[in-house]
C-alpha cells in the first residue's frame, strides 16, 4: 500500500511571497489533514477535509493560508504571502472514517519550508 | 496552559535500558490515546493507540492510560539504538482531531 505523497520535499522562499504545498493521501482514505509543525513542537492541526469538505479549520490563519480538496482525493494547501514565522515542517495525513480506526493517521514525509 | 503536556527530554539512556515517556492532558474529553515516532526528517509513525483506561503491550511497547489522573505513559523494554527518534504523544476526543504533545527525543547509546 502506498503511503501519503507529499511535494516539494523542501522549500526556500522570500518573506511577503507565496507557495503551495501538495499531498495524495492514502487511497480510500476519506479524511485528510494539514499540519504545522515548528521545530521543537508537536505538530499542530491546520485544517482537516471529509472527502472534499471542512471539518475544522479553526487554527487555519484563514487572512494568509487556504487549502483545498477537489474530488475528495488530493489536496493543496497554500500560503500567500509568507511571513518567516511560516518557516516550519507542513505535514499531510490522512485517516480511513471505519469507526475507530478513524484515529489512526499516516503522515507524509512533509515539505520543509524555509522564509528569508 | 497547553492541553497536552509532554516530558521535554531529551533523554539518554544506554542500550537495554528500560525508558519511560509520559504525558499528562487537562481535556476530560480526551478518548483515545496514541504514541507516535517521528524519526529524523520524517513524517511521525503511529506505534501504539489506546482507547479509554488500561494498559496495551506491543512487543517491546507497553502503553499505559490512567484517565483519573490524567497520564499515559510509554515504556520501552531492552531499548536499541534504532529506538531512537523523538516520541509523540496524541489524544483525540470523539471528533477525531488529535492534539499532540510537543515530544520528547530519546537517544539510546550503544
Redesign the interface.
Known sequence: EAG?AQSPRYKIIEKRQSVAFWCNPISGHA?LYWYQQIL??????LI?FQNNGV??DSQLPKDRFSAERLKGVDSTLKIQPAKLEDSAVY?C?S?SNQG?T?????????T?LTVT | QKE?E?DPGPLSVPEGAIVSLNCTYSNSAFQ?F?W?RQYS??????LM?T?SSGNKEDGRFTAQVDKSSKYISLFIRDSQPSDSATY?C?M?GY?????????TTLTVKP
Open positions: 501519503v479524511t521543537g513542537q508537536g505538530p499542530k492541526l482537516q471539518v475544522d505535514l495525513a485517516s475507530v478513524s484515529y489512526e493517521q499516516y503522515f507524509g514525509p512533509g520543509r | 497536552v509532554q483515545y496514541m507516535y526528517r520524517k513524517g511521525p509513525e503511529l493507540y482507547y509523540l496524541a483525540s471528533a477525531g482531531k488529535s492534539t499532540f504533545g510537543d515530544g
